[in-house]
């Protein structure tokens, strides 16, 4: 047989075994096993296994995975999105739409010391929700917002997805992370824009809150500037050249923790907690990428990637289409298993592509990370919707209905971004040419 | 068949406890060389530990991920026929079992071989086949929690919801 075959059905049987509830990087990387066995030899395909688990386990650049994890996890626990919350609601709250408007900047700033999506939902669903509900927001916008707001977690650096893009890619984290600030807080204003437009339309959606002194205003400002502190210190120092990725991530969990630690925030429980946590879920990353690599060195040996990229080229339609295209197969591939998950199988195959439709490859990780973005908020499998399903038992529909208005600011940043790649590329190029 | 349910949650949280003890000692020794570094006196070496601590956090957290059942999976077939979800699941136990039957196997020659060659780190020269043996070690322990659900599918242990 050959190696395009065995390419094909190696796909195949991935996707067939997918269904069989196994875990998906156990069976990319028993896949990846297999088929490199089949077409170089059982002892090379036994030899590349071990060493790719081995090389991505014992490598210092991946170390960030748990540290930016840990950073988040710290946070979490420590309930500082809480004081965030409460901070940009004394601002906001008393404008209709205010405490959905306080919800968007509560995420946008406890991003910038958490990594991870789920996490950030996980805990705007907690406490945004509530506090809506007690001021009579309709539950669409309520749970909509939060689940769509912690999709910024993608694309706001330091973003978990944009690390791994980095690492599959070979591509310059600091770029990544740079490169995701003025998407993210693009993002950001434009779901600023949906919440005051829909409270203009129908005012009932989000009446206003309590209205604050200044005093008390000002008060609440510590709350909110302290992770900003932490964030410039970390992404400062990384794209002056101070601190490797993993500097970045020791330092700015470091810096979580003694805040945590000595204003009382932080016990002994939620210290244990924030590290099991983060083992689990950088455990988890780690296997999805040791085995990505394992399926990788696969299809390398299938010659797929080389001719799907030479194909693409040669595809007498515009590039654009073809990059829209390759967005949509993420987007459906991400629906099927999960949205990271795919995202570590199908970028070894497009990423080539990509770049020899000439795209920068730092502009192409963003439109990917955007895209699992989407992904997190649209059925079947959205991640984020499912996180704020658990935590405020709304039903699946109101909370879908919610995120509709929502999609629209994601999709308006993919054309702007199609648009104007320097929205994306402006700050690399200029602070780290 | 408790005992062993029982034996391998008490491993698979130990070496999670070593995991997790990795962690922090990566955070505290990066943290403080970059602040050494910048009074002069960086820790030397300190790529080297980071490196291989990496691997003691991640390869000693892969039993207790597996046992807590928290990497990702896909369910849609399942739930939908589960009348054969115990079949597919000791299926998939049986070749992940294999699969990291053979890796515990490999790495551990691979172990033996940076043993004999004196294979090691470049600024501190550490040997490479402690981690090599170590992460042997995870994937073995790895094989018996794995074995652990197939004893809770078997026994009517497994976790149904």
Redo the contacts between chains.
């Keep these: 047989m050959n190696e395009i075959i065995i390419g094909i059905v190696g796909i195949f049987l991935l996707m067939l075994l997918f269904l069989t509830n196994i875990e998906i990087s156990f069976a990319m990387g028993i896949i990846g096993y297999l088929g490199y066995a089949m077409i170089v030899s059982p002892q090379g395909a036994t030899t590349i296994i071990t060493k790719d688990l081995f090389e991505t386990f014992a490598s210092y650049g991946l170390t960030v995975v748990p540290l930016f994890v840990l950073m988040g996890q710290i946070a979490f626990n420590a309930g500082v999105a809480k004081r965030l919350y409460d901070g940009s609601y004394k601002f906001l709250g008393h404008i209709p739409g205010g405490l959905a408007l306080a919800t968007v900047v509560g995420v946008t700033v406890f991003k910038a010391i958490c990594g991870s999506a789920a996490a950030t939902t996980a805990t705007f669903a907690s406490v945004a929700v509530p506090e809506m509900d007690r001021f009579g927001y309709s539950k669409k916008l309520s749970t909509g917002i939060v689940a769509v707001a912690g999709t910024l977690g993608n694309l706001l650096p330091p973003s978990v997805t944009l690390i791994i893009f980095g690492m599959i890619t070979e591509q310059s984290i600091g770029k990544l992370f740079l490169a995701g600030f003025f998407p993210g807080l693009l993002l950001s204003a434009l779901f600023a824009l949906i919440i005051v437009g829909w409270c203009k339309v129908d005012p009932l959606v989000g009446p206003k809150g309590n209205r604050y002194t200044w005093k008390e205003r000002i008060a609440s400002l510590p709350a909110i500037i302290w992770p900003i502190v932490i964030f410039v210190l970390m992404v400062g120092g990384l794209m002056g050249g101070m601190f490797t990725p993993t500097e970045a991530g020791s330092v700015g969990t470091l810096a979580v923790l003694l805040f945590a630690l000595f204003s009382g925030q932080l016990g002994f429980t939620g210290l244990k907690k924030s590290i099991v946590e983060s083992l689990r879920t950088s455990c988890m990353v780690l296997m999805l990428i040791a085995t990505s690599t394992i399926l990788g060195h696969f299809f390398a040996v299938t010659k797929i990637p080389a001719i799907a990229a030479h194909w693409v080229v040669q595809l007498p339609i515009h590039r654009h289409f073809i990059m829209a295209l390759i967005m949509l197969i993420y987007l459906l591939g991400g629906s099927f298993i999960d949205d990271l998950a795919f995202m570590m199988l199908a970028t070894p195959i497009f990423f080539p592509a990509i770049v020899k439709l000439g795209y920068d490859p730092i502009w192409a990780g963003i439109m990917i990370c955007l895209t699992v973005m989407i992904g997190c908020v649209v059925p079947p499998v959205a991640m984020n919707v499912f996180v704020v399903k658990n935590i405020t038992k709304v039903p699946f529909g109101i909370i879908y209905k919610g995120v509709c208005p929502f999609l629209i600011s994601l999709i308006l940043l993919v054309v702007l971004l199609f648009i104007f790649p320097d929205i994306v590329l402006y700050l690399p190029n200029l602070l780290m040419k | 068949m408790r005992w062993f349910l029982h034996l391998m949650d008490v491993v698979s949280r130990y070496t999670?406890v070593i995991?997790?003890a990795a962690?922090?000692s990566?955070?505290?020794?990066?943290?403080f060389?970059?602040v050494l570094r910048y009074l002069g006196r960086p820790i030397l070496g300190a790529?080297d530990m980071?490196?291989?601590?990496?691997?003691f956090?991640?390869?000693f957290?892969?039993p207790?991920?597996?046992w807590?059942k928290?990497?990702?999976?896909?369910?849609?077939?399942?739930e939908r026929i589960p009348e054969r979800?115990d079949i597919?699941?000791l299926?998939?136990r049986a070749?992940?079992i294999f699969?990291f039957a053979?890796?515990a196997w490999?790495?551990t020659?691979?172990g033996t071989g940076f043993l004999k060659t004196g294979e090691s780190t470049l600024t501190l020269a550490l040997p490479?086949y402690p981690?090599?043996f170590a992460?042997g070690f995870c994937c073995f322990i790895q094989c018996f929690v794995l074995l652990s659900d197939m004893v809770k599918i078997v026994f009517g242990e497994a976790d149904h919801e």
């Design positions: 999670d995991a997790g962690l922090v990566i955070m505290l020794l990066t943290s060389d970059v790529y980071v490196t291989l601590g990496g691997a956090v991640i390869g957290a892969v207790r991920t597996s807590d928290t990497h990702v999976s896909v369910d849609i077939l399942v979800k597919f699941d299926s998939t070749v992940a699969f053979v890796l490999n790495l020659k691979m490479l981690i090599a992460l």
